[in-house]
């Protein structure tokens, strides 16, 4: 399969009410008077955020009808176009090119850091990498335990220290170690943390700091790992986090279920941060590079 | 009380101020506001319209009253009507008819299901009972391992079995609390998503099995749009009494709370408020009611406040902020009473945004270090200076930060501060003289501190 396919099958697996319902609505025909409030509804029962919703159908507005587009199906490439345009990274992020580099995961409570952390490790171990995964999540019970289950089925090296133990001692060991190795790519798991709790976003900082001093350049991506059944509060982790700590990009998990990942551009509108993979499993595997465009088509398919 | 939303809606029902009676259009505009915000709060679409519909009518015809000026008067419909939806006050268990209470968690992946486990159990443990734990989540790495660690923790009987299947491990622990007199057992099951058959129907033989007093469905309380998908299908293929909503202590205004009680018609029973396992907390409907709207927790924070601080203290204070005799001293005790009830920033997150809190005030962040230079600061003034800070002049102020080992720009600061402070208590002074205040005073009892 490819890309596309993949990302089509995944989404096909439901078909949510959103889908199906803006399927319905850009099939065909004219576009009549409650077009554009259907429009926002479905947008906003999307996740998309009433902000960006209003302002995306108030520009699809202005343009439609300076284009003189009167009917559904040339105002689905136009819609399709503008979602497209605000997914699309300006740049992607230049490949590693010292080593090693090392990703650093964070976000809130249960929002698949972990798991995401064991299927990066897989994704650069199946592209020849020497990986290292460091189980930076010291805080929640069996945290390590579980990234270090992870680590023997993936068959990468984990970095471990015990529960409670301080993380940013935790990683600076780590680059030492994987320096000392030859490691290429270091992938760090972090404690869950809402946002808004002033001390646990001063320890990202100092996390961030401490491996910045043992590795410079480093972290080369602080990457926040987003839920996507996560409504508008997503947009708020996303400018907290990256007020700690400047984020470079996001990963979209649980796209499998029956949220289809809206605020994914409601975030893009917003925010200068681009969606790096997204998250369509509980397997390894269940890992994809983000493509604005096939997003989109397959959002609109 | 006085939020974005209660904003609006007055600047767009401006022309009515004074009395008379909302008309239909008055009503729309203002209808189209909390349409907004309830969606900004991420209440599903679905259940606004008929929300909006049911109050609609309410707000009709209804007179714009004595002191409360409309808009004030349309939030105080609106609120009231989410507390009715969101039902019943603090949820309680259901009763076993024989043998133990057998409590099921049940959810979406990464809501929150373990550590909630830990926490009812400890919840439980203090009305004096003796909980067994069951880990019945064979698939997540470390998952079982995470429970039986937070028992430990707590003192609570574990029971797992990674060789068995989740009916069994059910089955087993069920009869070893029978066994044991464990009452009650709760069982934490995978997370899972609601699209999964197979996933699903295990719950199912799970529930068949153990035959539970409550299943209770745990949800993350910054779900979005999805969450009304969610809970009906859990509740339709598994049958659900009750919901735990989770992770109210982050900045997410719980739109999710309105649209699972919506499609469920379940109550919710519990919500996590931090990540201590003694952060579990009943539900209470008007809080949840004031947060959606954007009106904060204000509740739940006069109630912390009253376990903390002293009564009678609390007492004087309340009369002095009524008198605007508030001093820096009065304001350094306050500090104090604050930090055992929790940290500032807590506190501040559980205030309505635009309560009147001004920003400098949000962002002073009160850690360790913050708090001895304030006390050294105030320290050093005089008593007349703590009193009338006015007369605190550029060469008093160079005093004050050179006795205190502080810089005269955190005297400033903290002068900055303590003015807004003041400002805003004066406000609430005057509101408290129109009798806005009054329903709060009547739960607040003691004394209220911001
Ligand atoms: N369905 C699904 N579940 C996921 C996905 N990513 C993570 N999870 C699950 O979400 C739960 C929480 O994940 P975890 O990695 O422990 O979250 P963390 O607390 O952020 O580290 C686990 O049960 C994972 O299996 C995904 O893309 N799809
Ligand atoms: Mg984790």
Redesign the pocket.
């Known amino acids: 399969m490819n890309k596309l396919e993949t990302f089509k099958s995944s989404l096909a697996r439901s078909k949510s009410g959103f889908i199906e319902r803006l399927n319905f609505l850009i099939r065909g025909g004219d576009i009549d008077a409650d077009f554009y409030e259907q429009l926002e509804e479905i947008l906003i029962s999307g996740d998309v955020g009433v902000h960006t919703t209003l302002n995306l159908v108030s520009e699809l507005k202005n343009e439609a009808a300076a284009k003189k587009i009167t009917d559904r199906q040339t105002f689905r490439s136009l819609l399709a176009d503008k979602i497209t345009a605000i997914l699309i990274a300006p740049s992607q992020p230049a490949e590693p090119e010292t080593i090693p580099q090392l990703i650093l995961l964070v976000?809130v409570?249960?929002?698949?850091?972990?798991?995401?952390a064991a299927k990066l490790a897989g994704y650069y171990k199946a592209m020849g990498k020497k990986v290292m995964l460091v189980a930076g999540?010291t805080f929640?019970a069996a945290?390590i335990e579980?990234l270090e289950i992870w680590s023997e089925r993936v068959g990468v090296e984990l970095i471990r220290q015990h529960s409670g133990s301080d993380p940013s001692a935790l990683f600076f060991d780590a680059v030492n170690a994987a320096k000392a190795r030859g490691t290429e790519v270091i992938i760090g798991?972090t404690a869950?943390r809402l946002h808004n709790k002033y001390n646990l976003m001063e320890e990202l900082n100092k996390i961030y700091r401490v491996i910045g001093r043992n590795l410079p350049g480093a972290p080369h991506q602080v990457i926040l790992?987003v839920d996507a059944t996560t409504g508008q509060n997503a947009i708020s982790q996303a400018k907290k986090f990256n007020e700690a700590l400047p984020l470079s990009g996001l990963i979209l998990?649980?796209?499998?279920?029956t949220a289809r990942g809206g605020i994914v551009v409601a975030i893009r509108a917003l925010l200068d941060l681009p969606v790096l993979f997204v998250?369509?499993?509980?397997m390894i595997e269940?890992l994809a590079p983000f493509d604005a465009e096939t997003f989109t088509t397959a959002l609109l398919d | 009380m006085f939020s974005g939303l209660a904003e609006k809606l007055q600047s767009t029902l401006r022309q009515l101020r004074g009395k008379g009676k909302l008309s239909e259009k008055d009503v729309d505009a203002a209808m189209r506001e909390i349409r907004l915000a309830l969606l900004e709060a991420d209440v599903n679409f679905k259940v606004v319209k008929d929300f909006i519909t049911a109050i609609r009518e309410r707000a009709v015809g209804h007179e714009v009253m004595g002191s409360l000026t409309p808009g004030q008067q349309v939030v105080k419909i609106v609120n009231e009507e989410l507390t009715k939806l969101m039902g019943d006050k603090a949820g309680v268990l259901s009763a076993a008819r024989k043998g133990p209470q057998v409590i099921m968690l049940v959810g979406l992946?990464?809501s929150g299901k373990t550590s909630t486990a830990a926490k009812l159990a400890a919840f439980l443990q203090r009305s004096g009972k003796k909980p067994l734990l069951v880990a019945a989540d064979i698939y997540?790495p470390g998952a079982a391992r995470q429970l039986e660690i937070l028992s430990e923790k707590i003192g609570a009987a574990f029971y797992g079995n990674l060789a068995d299947n989740p009916t069994q491990i059910c089955r087993a622990g069920a009869a070893w609390a029978e066994k044991e007199s464990f009452d009650p057992v709760i069982l934490d099951t995978?997370?899972r998503?609601h699209l999964d058959r197979q996933m699903m129907d295990e719950l199912v033989a799970i529930k068949k099995t153990v035959s539970p007093t409550d299943v209770l469905l745990v949800v993350d309380a910054m779900t979005g749009q999805d969450a009304v998908n969610a809970a009906s299908a859990f509740n339709e293929a598994v049958g659900i009494s009750g919901i735990i909503l989770t992770k109210l202590d982050g900045d997410t205004r719980g739109g999710a709370a309105l649209s699972v009680r919506a499609v469920t018609g379940c109550p919710i029973k519990f919500i996590g408020v931090g990540e201590k396992i003694d952060q579990l907390e009943p539900f209470y409907p008007d809080r949840m009611a004031s947060r959606i709207l954007g009106m904060g927790d204000m509740l739940s924070l006069i109630e912390k406040a009253e376990a903390a601080v002293d009564r009678s203290k609390a007492r004087e204070l309340e009369q002095k902020l009524l008198r605007q005799q508030f001093t820096l001293d009065d304001f350094k005790d306050q500090l104090v009473q604050l930090r055992s009830i929790g940290s500032l920033e807590d506190i501040l997150n559980m205030l309505p945004e635009g309560t009147g809190i001004p920003k400098e005030m949000r962002q002073m962040s009160l850690n360790e270090t913050n708090f001895k230079r304030i006390e050294a600061i105030i320290g050093s003034m005089t008593k007349k200076e703590k009193i009338d800070p006015s007369i605190i002049n550029g060469s008093r102020r160079r005093r004050i930060a050179m006795g205190s080992g502080t810089n005269v720009q955190e005297v400033n600061r903290l002068l900055n501060q303590f003015a807004q402070m003041q400002k805003m208590f004066k406000q609430m002074g005057s509101l408290e003289q129109k009798g806005q205040f009054k329903k709060l005073k009547k739960k607040m009892k003691k004394g209220f501190l911001f």
């Not at chain 1, 409570?109 to 995401?116: A, D, F, I, R, V």
């Open positions: 976000g409570n249960g929002s698949g850091k972990t798991t995401t999540d929640r945290a579980q798991d869950g790992v998990t649980k796209l499998d279920g998250g369509t499993g509980e269940d | 992946q990464g997540r995978a997370g998503l």
